[in-house]
């Protein structure tokens, strides 16, 4: 069963950048989909963005295309969010998630996911 840990998180001013780490252990990390989701206070978590297992795919939410990408290090077991221009509206805990097998399309259904790590928060000051 692959545990996922995410780190990276903090306080950064609005236009700032952050990058945000899920380090995977206990499975074959590569036939996983991997996402982060964000949920803020009061609010439903949201899908954030996705890569598929074969790291050929990514997937983003609307209000994130642009600004955050999506990478990852079969190497390392390790999936990263790069966040840039970062916005009030971004500040949430961070979730990293996990399915086996799937593309990154698929990895948008919170219902569907398998796995999720503990969760990191990101604030943004303006």
């Known amino acids: 069963q692959v545990q996922l840990v995410e780190s990276g998180g903090g306080l950064v001013q609005a236009g700032g950048s952050l990058r945000l780490s899920c380090a995977a252990s206990g499975g074959a990390f590569i036939a996983y989909g991997m996402g982060w989701f964000r949920q803020a206070p009061g609010k439903e978590r949201e899908f954030v963005a996705a890569?598929?297992?074969?790291?050929?795919?990514?997937y983003f939410a609307d209000s994130v295309k642009g600004r955050f990408t999506i990478s990852r290090d079969n190497a390392k077991n390790t999936v990263y969010l790069q966040m840039n221009n970062l916005k009030p509206e971004d500040a949430a805990v961070y979730f990293c998630?996990?399915?086996?097998?799937?593309?990154?399309?698929?990895?948008?259904?919170?219902?569907?996911?398998?796995?999720w790590g503990q969760g990191t928060q990101v604030t943004v000051s303006s």
């Open positions: 890569i598929s297992w074969s790291g050929g795919g990514t």
């Open positions: 998630a996990a399915n086996p097998l799937r593309s990154a399309q698929q990895m948008t259904a919170i219902s569907d996911i398998k796995l």
